[in-house]
């Protein structure tokens, strides 16, 4: 069987030294190999809706009206559903302040 590994890959932050920009810079991947089979997992998830966890954070639409509780439910199944998944996830996590402002050696650093 061909060996076949999936990788995800995305990231949190603003990228640039602008003003008011975030204060860090996170980059996140998700490795699935693709011989561990994930289908059972994602037929449970089958006709939900698909959201980012930001809106939920953030309580923007369609959340603005949920509760504390009722948000703290949605985002604790889909992390429940998350740790049930065979994947491994890293996460890189810059704090830009400590670049200077320097783009060329934040870009270096990420590589």
Same mark, same amino acid.
């Given at each position: ?7 995800? +890959?995305?990231?949190?932050?603003? =990228?640039g030294f ?23 997992? +994602? ?7 698909? =959201? ?10 369609? =959340? ?16 429940? =559903? ?14 830009k302040k400590?670049?200077?402002?320097? +783009? ?8």
């Amino acid at each position: 069987m061909e060996k076949i590994l999936s990788i995800f +890959i995305d990231e949190s932050g603003d =990228f640039g030294f602008i003003k008011d920009a975030s204060k860090y810079y996170l980059i996140t991947m998700v490795f699935h190999d693709q011989k561990l089979n994930i289908s059972s997992n +994602i037929e449970k998830i089958k006709g939900k809706p698909v =959201f980012h966890a930001g809106p939920i954070i953030r309580r923007e639409p369609p =959340f603005q009206d949920s509760t504390i509780e009722e948000r703290k439910k949605i985002f604790q199944s889909i992390f429940l =559903f998350a740790m049930s998944l065979p994947i491994k996830c890293k996460t890189f996590q810059f704090i830009k302040k400590e670049y200077n402002n320097d +783009i060329l050696k934040f870009e270096r650093k990420m590589t």
